[in-house]
């Protein structure tokens, strides 16, 4: 692999691992399987492009970007309490009903952003070129959340949301409404899932109704390669795995991109398989280290 | 802990050093294509033949996104690091990726990238302007001549009034085609009925709704639909639908005729751009090109299931008949 490609690498692993850090709250927090995200992520990046193109500062356009990822992720929230609906097949519900959201926020299916200013463009301004500014920038972001959500998971509201994904009928006997816990909880996760995205776009030059595919695979990913790789004891120690996992797990796809093993090569449409057999490797490592080395 | 972080940068060492080394006369061609599909495969294979036949020899770096669009950015970064000869971008996410990159890599900014199977090279900000790119991204768009496709179907069916396309609203190519055959069905006085997929799986149904609206169905070079055409070529052929494709990759999987767009021959095309910037010339004076050649195909078993008469004059002037 080449320098190029690791930096790369680390520098995706870095703005998809704000998704991952939106992922971890709902699946290992709130105990909820979110699939809002596949597409919530494209609509960060539909509001904070279209905010661009009519003339909206990058960086605010990156709130707009987060609110609507928040009233998103009520909404699959709302679904699930107080209609009723299983949580997995509320998430599908909003995010197919986003796909048709985000063609309507971007009035098409795809906002190219190049040559429009963003917010790397100040750090490239003073001279910093374009593939440092975007590591720099994401992990000065990336440890601005992961602070914000310890400190989070630490408030009283945080705890609550970390007893109700643990055992919601006991929180519930002690008088918290549950229900209210779940909504701005999934909100939340979404809007940090939509900031991620609304970085994707000004990173990669375009928003594209299409970029949520595949989004809560590599969330999922992320969070059990980190888990594995770090360990999962305590708030912190949990966080920050997850947005390191999100890194290695970006470094395996680049390894599986760049892999050329004597005379039998892989061919480009292996990439799927190999990125699965490298998620599997990480799961079953610990069961296999615990059996052949204890 | 430790032990764990140390293997996995081992194996972060052990699958980098495999980059193979080309021989040094040969140039190296990055190619970054957006997903595995007969007819952006076709455009690789034109490519490569094209530039074969000019007496190049290449190395080449494929790299395939499977659609997404992540990696599509990873393997954009990928390429940064094989410092190509040229870059060979297929496909709108794909060239996207590629256009960005050279602005964040300096390295980059003198790499001539070449796109292919872009439909709206200006609405997707790969170029300023077709006629003079400006800087180092030019290359071939497979934007279609809508009103010559829409005069071919008119020739098959004289009284037309209401034609049918199907295509999928979150391709930022086929929205951009059906935009344009909007304007020419308005023209014509023909009423267009518009049925959208958001996925393959959607063709059959979408197919359907068709049925009873429309006295013809026109498909445009749109990767969900196009993917699933053998599903839409049933339901056509069970209800005596004619069907048109822009594409003749379409034909033979059961389309009445196609006005050849042929990726092959696209992908020919950037293969002879890419031969004339390795003889000197400049991508930034390049102009993007489209295809002029384009050949009519006849499929005539499907022409009979979906009761077509086929005018005498349009089986003269075919390339390509299928009996």
Same mark, same amino acid.
């Not at chain 1, 999934?186 to 030059?205: C, D, K, P, R, T």
């Not at chain 2, 639909?225 to 069907?243: G, H, I, T």
């Given at each position: 692999?080449?320098?190029?490609?690791?930096?790369?690498?680390?520098?995706?692993?870095?703005?998809?691992?704000?998704?991952?850090?939106?992922?971890?709250?709902?699946?290992?927090?709130?105990?909820?399987?979110?699939?809002?995200? #596949?597409?919530?992520?494209?609509? %960060?990046?539909?509001?904070?492009?279209?905010?661009?193109?009519?003339?909206?500062?990058?960086?605010?356009?990156?709130?707009?970007?987060?609110?609507?990822?928040?009233?998103? *992720?009520?909404?699959?929230?709302?679904?699930?309490?107080?209609?009723?609906?299983?949580?997995?097949?509320?998430?599908?519900?909003?995010?197919?009903?986003?796909?048709?959201?985000?063609?309507?926020?971007?009035?098409?299916?795809?906002?190219?952003?190049?040559?429009?200013?963003?917010?790397?463009?100040?750090?490239? %301004?003073?001279?910093?070129?374009?593939?440092?500014?975007?590591?720099?920038?994401?992990?000065?972001?990336?440890?601005?959340?992961?602070?914000?959500?310890?400190?989070?998971?630490?408030?009283?509201?945080?705890?609550?949301?970390?007893?109700?994904?643990?055992?919601?009928?006991?929180?519930?006997?002690?008088?918290?409404?549950?229900?209210?816990?779940?909504?701005?909880?999934?909100?939340?996760?979404?809007?940090?899932?939509?900031?991620?995205?609304?970085?994707?776009?000004?990173?990669? %030059?375009?928003? #594209?109704?299409?970029?949520?595919?595949?989004?809560?695979?590599?969330?999922?990913?992320?969070?059990?390669?980190?888990?594995?790789?770090?360990?999962?004891?305590?708030?912190?120690?949990?966080?920050?795995?997850?947005?390191? %996992?999100?890194?290695?797990?970006?470094?395996?796809?680049?390894?599986?991109?760049?892999?050329?093993? *004597?005379?039998?090569?892989?061919?480009?449409?292996?990439?799927?398989?190999?990125?699965?057999?490298?998620?599997?490797?990480?799961?079953?490592?610990?069961?296999?280290?615990?059996?052949?080395?204890? | 802990?430790?032990?764990?972080?140390?293997?996995?940068?081992?194996?972060?060492?052990?699958?980098?050093?495999?980059?193979?080394?080309?021989?040094?006369?040969?140039?190296?061609?990055?190619?970054?294509?957006?997903?595995?599909?007969?007819?952006?495969?076709?455009?690789?294979?034109?490519?490569?033949?094209?530039?074969?036949?000019?007496?190049?020899?290449?190395?080449?770096?494929?790299?395939?996104?499977?659609?997404?669009?992540?990696?599509?950015?990873? @393997?954009?970064?990928?390429?940064?690091?094989?410092?190509?000869?040229?870059?060979?971008?297929?496909?709108?996410?794909?060239?996207?990726?590629?256009?960005?990159?050279?602005?964040?890599?300096?390295?980059?900014?003198?790499?001539?990238?070449?796109?292919?199977?872009?439909?709206?090279?200006?609405?997707?900000?790969?170029?300023?302007?077709?006629?003079?790119?400006?800087?180092?991204?030019?290359?071939?768009?497979?934007?279609?001549?809508?009103?010559?496709?829409?005069?071919?179907?008119?020739?098959?069916?004289?009284?037309?009034?209401?034609?049918?396309?199907?295509?999928?609203?979150?391709?930022?190519?086929?929205?951009?085609?059906?935009?344009?055959?909007?304007?020419?069905?308005?023209?014509?006085?023909?009423?267009?009925?518009?049925?959208?997929?958001?996925?393959?799986?959607?063709?059959?149904?979408?197919?359907?709704?068709?049925?009873?609206?429309?006295?013809?169905?026109?498909?445009?070079?749109?990767?969900?639909?196009?993917?699933?055409?053998?599903?839409?070529?049933?339901?056509?052929?069970?209800?005596?639908?004619?069907?048109?494709?822009?594409?003749?990759?379409?034909?033979?999987?059961?389309?009445?005729?196609?006005?050849?767009?042929?990726?092959?021959?696209?992908?020919?095309?950037?293969?002879?751009?890419?031969?004339?910037?390795?003889?000197?010339?400049?991508?930034?004076?390049?102009?993007?090109?489209?295809?002029?050649?384009?050949?009519?195909?006849?499929?005539?078993?499907?022409?009979?299931?979906?009761?077509?008469?086929?005018?005498?004059?349009?089986?003269?002037?075919?390339?390509? @008949?299928?009996?």
């Amino acid at each position: 692999m080449t320098w190029y490609a690791l930096l790369g690498a680390v520098e995706q692993g870095l703005v998809y691992g704000i998704m991952v850090l939106g992922v971890y709250l709902t699946f290992r927090v709130l105990n909820f399987p979110d699939l809002t995200v #596949d597409g919530s992520l494209p609509l %960060g990046a539909a509001v904070c492009a279209v905010a661009i193109t009519s003339g909206i500062d990058p960086f605010l356009s990156l709130f707009l970007a987060m609110f609507a990822g928040f009233l998103a *992720g009520m909404v699959t929230g709302f679904l699930n309490t107080k209609l009723g609906i299983l949580h997995l097949l509320a998430s599908i519900l909003t995010m197919i009903a986003l796909y048709s959201i985000n063609i309507r926020v971007m009035s098409g299916p795809n906002v190219s952003l190049l040559g429009r200013d963003t917010i790397l463009d100040p750090l490239m %301004g003073l001279g910093l070129p374009g593939y440092l500014s975007s590591i720099v920038l994401f992990s000065f972001i990336g440890a601005a959340i992961v602070i914000f959500l310890i400190w989070f998971l630490h408030t009283e509201f945080g705890q609550t949301m970390l007893a109700t994904g643990d055992n919601p009928r006991m929180i519930t006997s002690q008088g918290v409404n549950t229900h209210s816990v779940i909504i701005i909880g999934v909100g939340l996760s979404n809007a940090m899932v939509a900031f991620s995205g609304a970085l994707i776009a000004q990173n990669q %030059g375009a928003a #594209d109704v299409n970029m949520g595919v595949g989004t809560i695979v590599a969330g999922l990913a992320s969070v059990i390669v980190g888990e594995t790789v770090f360990g999962r004891g305590g708030i912190m120690r949990a966080v920050i795995a997850a947005l390191l %996992g999100s890194i290695l797990y970006r470094l395996a796809i680049a390894m599986a991109l760049s892999m050329k093993l *004597g005379a039998f090569s892989f061919t480009p449409s292996d990439l799927n398989l190999i990125t699965a057999l490298l998620v599997v490797l990480a799961l079953t490592a610990p069961k296999i280290k615990a059996r052949f080395f204890s | 802990m430790m032990n764990r972080f140390v293997l996995s940068a081992c194996l972060v060492l052990l699958f980098g050093v495999s980059v193979s080394a080309g021989a040094e006369q040969a140039k190296v061609v990055s190619v970054n294509q957006f997903v595995e599909h007969p007819a952006l495969d076709s455009v690789l294979r034109g490519f490569q033949d094209q530039l074969r036949e000019e007496g190049f020899q290449v190395d080449y770096r494929v790299h395939n996104a499977q659609a997404n669009m992540a990696t599509a950015n990873l @393997i954009a970064q990928q390429i940064v690091g094989e410092r190509p000869d040229l870059v060979l971008a297929i496909a709108t996410p794909s060239a996207q990726a590629m256009a960005q990159t050279v602005k964040k890599n300096p390295s980059m900014q003198k790499t001539p990238i070449l796109f292919s199977a872009v439909t709206d090279p200006l609405g997707a900000g790969l170029v300023k302007d077709l006629q003079n790119p400006g800087e180092n991204i030019t290359g071939t768009s497979d934007l279609t001549p809508m009103d010559q496709h829409l005069a071919l179907i008119r020739e098959f069916h004289p009284e037309m009034t209401s034609l049918g396309v199907i295509y999928n609203s979150g391709e930022a190519n086929s929205r951009a085609l059906v935009d344009l055959l909007k304007v020419e069905t308005n023209k014509a006085g023909i009423k267009l009925e518009e049925a959208t997929v958001a996925r393959s799986s959607d063709v059959f149904q979408a197919a359907r709704s068709l049925v009873g609206r429309a006295q013809a169905v026109y498909v445009p070079t749109d990767n969900t639909v196009v993917s699933a055409f053998e599903a839409l070529a049933k339901v056509c052929q069970d209800n005596k639908l004619p069907l048109y494709a822009a594409d003749v990759d379409s034909v033979p999987r059961g389309a009445v005729a196609a006005l050849g767009f042929d990726y092959y021959e696209h992908g020919r095309q950037a293969g002879a751009m890419a031969a004339r910037i390795f003889r000197g010339a400049d991508p930034a004076t390049t102009p993007v090109e489209t295809q002029q050649e384009l050949e009519l195909h006849i499929n005539l078993p499907a022409a009979q299931a979906m009761g077509v008469t086929i005018p005498q004059a349009l089986l003269d002037r075919a390339g390509k @008949i299928l009996e």
